[in-house]
């Protein structure tokens, strides 16, 4: 394909005549943020009357779902109403912090449901809902399975995960997100931030010779930041040509003074010999990018609608299920704490970085996804 336009927006070379995808995410977006409480109210709605579309998967429903959800956090009680009434069960982000009688409604279901795809499905609503009583539900069917277990392949505390959360045996609940959310947005050169994405190192990779970043420099000093509880700075270090094609994540544990210990990786296919696919320039790019800390939290959802945001804290667009890291040094859940969008840094990478940290280990891992 010869690319004979450009983006009127940003300049990036085009096949065709328009707005790239990025620039056309970021217009959708910013349109969408301002919208008047009239159209909002429109918006629900219509989403209210027509809510058996969204498991359609049909638009403007779907869109806009979406759209209310993660720009203007209006997903209402009565449209979570008119979601269980219809037995809609997807997307499950509709049952976020549902209300009581919501709660209780998603939870005689799923004890009526005889089937493994529909259990699931409303174990992930029930995880979205995500208060003491949906604990309780998911844990009492941990320990007294029901047969549609056999159907699925993992415990309803995996589940809960999907709602930023998990218990353990005992029924110890652990919050795995994060209640803040922050965007990285492009600042003016030079411009001072508490975070910085693609900082450029010295050392090399062992698996292919190109040289590593710290992929995330973050300042939990900064009063935007409190929310992590982090009293100094985490750094999260891989080599952004390998990070893909590791046996398992990446890990290093950093120290509150900008310290960094990197782990030693495998990669997934231990015969392979890894080239490097971050050229110069590339790399460059990369160091350079002109992303800071935003200025105000965002709803929590709001790196969930499209792949071409930068989010700090609030839930990641999780391209397969949520999947939380399991700390190598105390076995426990990390926790979610940022996304990187592959290529609003450079162009020679798709999909999403996912970064997680133990607070009590001080540890980091990094975690790739792509469709
Ligand atoms: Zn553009
Ligand atoms: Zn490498
Ligand atoms: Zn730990």
Redesign the pocket.
Known sequence: MSLKYTCPSCGTPLGYEGLCWKCRCEQDRNAALAWTPEQIAEKQQNLIQNIQRLKEMEDPELTDFWQLLSYQDAITPEIQRAALAAEVFWPCEIYYHAPADVRDGLIHALLSAEYSSAASNLMCCLAMQGDDKAMETLLELERNPRPWRKGLYVDPSSYAQIGGWTFDKEGRRTQLTFDTCYPMVKGASSEASPVRIGRARKDT??????R?ADMLVLDGRDERLRFLGLNGILTATC?P??VGFLKGPAFNRFTLDGGVEIFPSELFDEEEK?D?YVSPEEYKALTENPFVLGKSPVPLFYGCAREDVNTIGGFGNWVQDAEYTTCPQCGKPMKYLAQIQWDTVFDCAEGTLYVEFCPDCQIVSMQHQQT
């Open positions: 990779c062992p698996h292919c010779g190109g590593m080599c040509s390998c890894m490097c």
